[in-house]
């Protein structure tokens, strides 16, 4: 570019990337490499472009490498390999591993000759720093840290380096979104932006889009191989906030979760409780043009409230359980075996576990039980999860009465001792109700059959 003339872009092209899999310079983002995208971003900057790695790599590359000439693994050697071989006194040096960095952050740094305030790389260096750089690595210092003290803020999120193919999916979503007219903001929450249970090898993304029209990205799927190539795709519910959410299994393994949410409903949903809770746990934002992030930092700060329940969502949630154990008895009854195990093992079990929620708070009150049983196995009592490994029924009509009585226990201790416990009455007669959930399905454990 006429404007850097007398600069060198340097470009490490990394090595094995054992965290990432495969060779990062390989990995393709938004429809061409990671190599060939960074390779083109500073020939649109720089004069000269060298691509500095290990040759012992063999990385098949559109574009020649040269050797660093050490055996070790570090930065530190591909900057000084560049800065040797540059013809410019002045270096931009460029990971291939920050896709969202932009020619203009490029030009940025190199008119400051500075390095961002996220750290060494991307940033300028220039051939006056290779003596310092060579004692650093003499004495055994490999940290680029505090080689060029001149710093310049840049937008974080054009930093991003990519360590995963989550971050790579993340990155390139973060860029699409800020180029698609009808996404007016983009936000991961769950396990990949929390802090407390952060994500490991089995999580998920969970990356919501605030937009104009959901109904533009849940008809029409092919937006999302913008982001690698699909295996499967399909719409389900939002487990909170009552929305769509789009699903996608990449072929690199990574499961991806796309709720789609309405600018218009954004304040109900940020007055949802469990939303308000996933908010507290953590969040990053990729794109913001509505002014969300704010609105998601005043849901951060504000107090968490679990109040204990009152007398009558008490006595409601027992109710609720009872009722269905009953229900659940007489389609067992009636040979609708199906209908009865789905009704216990599902919707019967979400009260339960409402239930131990309440009765963990009630021994501990400032016990995070999270919500919708995330991390019951953390929380829970442990007796009750003994008990919980009973309370869960084969297809089978014997098996699913014995499942249904082991579950009414469960629930009726931990209902005694909650309401203890709060202060609370027990409103229902658990005699009379368990008489008549055994006139339908007698107790199999207690030596009895269905037919007795």
């Not at 570019?1 to 938004?30: C, I, N, Q, Y």
């Not at 410019?88 to 920050?98: G, Q, Y």
């Not at 750290?119 to 300028?124: E, F, I, K, N, R």
């Not at 579950?407 to 001792?417: A, K, M, R, V």
Request: hydrophobic residues 45%; negative net charge; charged residues 25%.
């Amino acid at each position: 570019m006429a404007d850097h003339v007398g600069v060198t872009g340097v470009l490490l092209v990394g090595g094995a990337s054992e965290r990432f899999g495969s060779p990062k310079a390989h990995a393709r983002f938004r429809g061409e490499t990671l190599a060939e995208r960074a390779w083109r971003l500073l020939h649109e900057t720089c004069s000269e472009v060298l691509a500095v790695g290990k040759a012992e790599d063999g990385l098949e590359l559109p574009f020649p490498v040269l050797d660093d000439g050490v055996e070790e693994r570090a930065p530190v050697f591909g900057v000084l390999a560049g800065l040797r071989a540059a013809a410019h006194d002045v270096c931009v040096v460029l990971p291939v591993d920050c896709p969202l960095v932009t020619s203009a952050v490029l030009r940025a740094l190199v008119e400051e000759v500075a390095v961002p305030q996220t750290g060494p790389l991307p940033g300028v260096y220039t051939k006056a720093t290779l003596r310092l750089l060579e004692n650093r690595v003499a004495a055994g210092e490999l940290s680029l840290r505090g080689v060029n003290e001149s710093v310049l803020d840049v937008d974080e999120r054009l930093l991003a380096n990519v360590n995963t193919r989550i971050d790579l999916v993340t990155a390139a979503v973060g860029e699409w979104a800020r180029e698609e007219p009808d996404v007016r903001a983009a936000v991961v929450v769950g396990s990949r932006a929390r802090g407390d249970v952060p994500a490991d090898r089995w999580s998920d993304l969970d990356l919501i889009l605030v937009v104009d029209d959901p109904e533009s990205f849940a008809g029409d799927a092919s937006w999302v191989a913008e982001f690698g190539e699909p295996v499967l795709t399909f719409l389900e519910s939002t487990a909170v906030g009552g929305e769509r959410e789009r699903r996608v299994l990449y072929a690199t393994g990574e499961d991806v979760d796309f709720p789609l949410i309405p600018v218009a409903a954004l304040e109900r949903i940020e007055a949802n409780e469990d939303t308000i809770d996933i908010v507290r746990r953590g969040f990053r934002v990729l794109h913001d043009e509505i002014g969300l992030e704010e609105r998601l930092r005043a849901i951060e700060a504000s107090p968490v409230l679990v109040a204990a329940p009152m007398q009558t969502e008490y006595t409601e949630l027992a109710s609720d359980f009872w009722y269905h154990a009953l229900w659940t008895a007489k389609k067992l009854r009636r040979g609708e075996v199906y209908t009865a195990t789905s009704c216990l093992d599902g919707y019967m079990k979400v009260r339960l576990v409402t239930l131990m929620g309440w009765h963990a708070r009630a021994v501990e009150p400032s016990l995070d039980t999270w919500h919708d049983g995330r991390f019951l196995e953390r929380w829970a009592d442990p007796g009750a999860l003994v008990a919980l490994e009973f309370a869960y029924a084969r297809y089978s009509v014997r098996d699913v009465a014995r499942a249904l009585w082991e579950t009414i226990d469960l629930f009726q201790g931990l209902e005694e001792e909650t309401a203890q416990r709060l202060g609370l009455a027990l409103e229902l007669d658990h005699a009379d109700l368990r008489r008549r959930i055994a006139e339908v399905v007698p107790d199999p454990r207690r030596g009895t059959t269905l037919g007795s």
